[in-house]
């Protein structure tokens, strides 16, 4: 059968009549939302545990409803900025990145160029006072015709 002008046409729409049944309740009324919790958490729309989920599991609708709140919000936010003036838009589209290259340049003043650290370690410097330790074997002097620095305990002569 074709669709033609004696065809009455179904009603569409989200409150069209139910034949043969009472009419749907509106859900959006104080006192009319279901009594069951909504699950702990549930996978990120798209993801493959959210393609692997049964269309009827609760899950995968909060899913749906999470990416299109956060949709939501990311229009808002973005017809937001597009109604601010040239000035206030870069304020506040850079404004982190403005405070995260303060911090960068501020951290890098207080790292010594290496040109510093070479000039430094240029320097002459006192030697190393040489000092045996327990447990080490003995250390030779360098220039001490062979003498060796041993570790005496102190009830020890030396």
């Known amino acids: 059968m074709t669709m033609n002008a004696e065809t009455p046409?179904?009603?569409?729409?989200?409150?069209?009549?139910?034949r043969g049944g009472p009419a749907p309740t509106v859900a959006r009324q104080p006192g009319q939302w279901p009594d069951t919790r909504p699950p702990a958490d549930w996978p990120e729309y798209g993801s493959d545990?959210?393609?692997?989920?049964?269309?009827?599991?609760?899950?995968?609708?909060?899913?749906?409803?999470?990416?299109?709140?956060?949709?939501?919000?990311?229009?808002?936010?973005?017809?937001?900025l597009d109604s601010l003036d040239d000035a206030d838009w870069y304020a506040e589209v850079f404004r982190d990145a403005r405070r995260i290259a303060a911090q960068t340049i501020a951290a890098t003043n207080r790292i010594?160029?290496?040109?510093?650290?070479?000039?430094?370690?240029?320097?002459?410097?006192?030697?190393?006072?040489l000092r045996a330790t327990p447990g080490w074997p003995a250390i030779r002097i360098p220039g001490g015709n062979g003498d060796h620095?041993?570790?005496?305990?102190?009830?020890?002569?030396?």
């Open 112 to 129: 010594r160029s290496f040109q510093e650290a070479k000039n430094e370690r240029a320097k002459p410097h006192p030697p190393h006072q």
């Open 49 to 80: 545990e959210w393609y692997d989920l049964d269309t009827r599991d609760p899950r995968k609708r909060l899913a749906v409803f999470e990416a299109a709140e956060r949709w939501r919000q990311q229009k808002l936010r973005q017809q937001w």
């Open 9 to 18: 046409r179904a009603e569409s729409g989200a409150f069209q009549k139910v």
């Open 149 to 158: 620095l041993i570790y005496k305990h102190k009830g020890e002569a030396a």
